[in-house]
């Protein structure tokens, strides 16, 4: 399955954000795709279990064929909401509890399958075995076509890896939270043939204000001229440069911002310029 490039991600396009009206969600789908981004990051819980739904009202209204997208949910979280009957937040990943998931999301977004289906963070309980089984008839009954993972570490995709193949995982990742490029998990994901995609991709950048994010607005603010890039753009283009093939997941729903993401995926960064950003980032020279 391909994915495009960069992934527009859902989480605030519903009531865990912006609240779009049908209208807005529907322009902002056709804005996604004339931007060469076709592939939409859901999970169930998002919008406390409502999101899905908006956004397959806006598409059966978009006119857009199901062929031309990519739609990614996630499942196995079980969210404290007024629309679910927990007492605590937890993770279910029974395999009854997948395959209900999994409709429940076909039904809300209004399609007949999921172009990837996601468990979207591990869980102490989880069985290997039993996931298998659910995957094995979804996939069986054209409900799924790739599975993978989120927030998965080496060890737990080894332990689910014996039983399926996985497709993706589905990470933090940013020049804020890079520890994937340390700790084995990208390494191991480009071994396996595993696709990476990035959530939070601009990370902490914009939304702190400390010695880090001073150093890394400093080198981007050297390189912005160079590349006639925004600093934006050039922390995806830092992100896009790794080997490993990673998908951003960009939350914005702002037309100009996504349309400016798009535009860093020609942007080649030269080596020393990747090193001098982590740099900044790491604040002393690589070992």
């Known amino acids: ?25 529907v322009a902002l789908m056709h804005h996604c795709i004339s931007n060469k981004i076709t592939t939409f990051d859901h999970a169930d819980i998002y919008g406390s279990y409502t999101t899905e739904a908006d956004f397959g009202k806006a598409f059966t209204d978009s006119g857009i064929k199901r062929e031309d997208i990519q739609l990614i949910s996630k499942c196995g979280i079980q969210y404290l909401s007024d629309n679910r009957n927990n007492t605590v937040k937890h993770y279910d990943y029974s395999k009854e509890y997948i395959i209900w998931s999994v409709e429940e999301s076909l039904q809300h977004l209004e399609t007949d399958y999921l172009d ?43 332990m689910i890896g014996l039983r399926m193949d996985i497709d993706v995982n589905q990470i933090e990742f940013s020049l804020t939270q890079h520890s994937a490029m340390h700790d084995g998990t990208l390494d191991y994901m480009k071994t396996c043939g595993i696709k990476p995609m990035a959530w939070s991709p ?67 960064l030269e080596l020393e310029d990747w090193f001098l950003i982590l740099v900044a980032a790491q604040g002393h020279k690589v070992p």
């Open 1 to 25: 399955m391909t994915y495009s490039r960069l992934i527009a991600g859902a989480m605030t396009w519903g009531n865990w954000g912006k609240q779009l009206s049908k209208k807005d969600m």
């Open 116 to 158: 990837l289906l996601l468990l979207h963070r591990p869980s102490p309980l989880m069985i290997a075995e039993e996931i298998a089984e659910a995957i094995s008839i979804l996939k069986k009954d054209g409900k799924i076509r790739d599975f993978g993972v989120s927030n998965f570490t080496p060890s737990q995709m080894d």
């Open 202 to 268: 601009l990370g902490s950048v914009f939304k702190e204000d400390n010695e880090k994010t001073r150093r890394i607005h400093k080198q981007l603010g050297k390189l912005m001229g160079k590349y006639n890039a925004t600093e934006d753009q050039l922390l995806l283009a830092w992100i896009l440069k790794h080997p490993a093939g990673i998908h951003p997941v960009v939350g914005t729903t702002n037309k100009e911002r996504l349309k400016q993401a798009f535009e860093a995926t020609k942007i080649d």
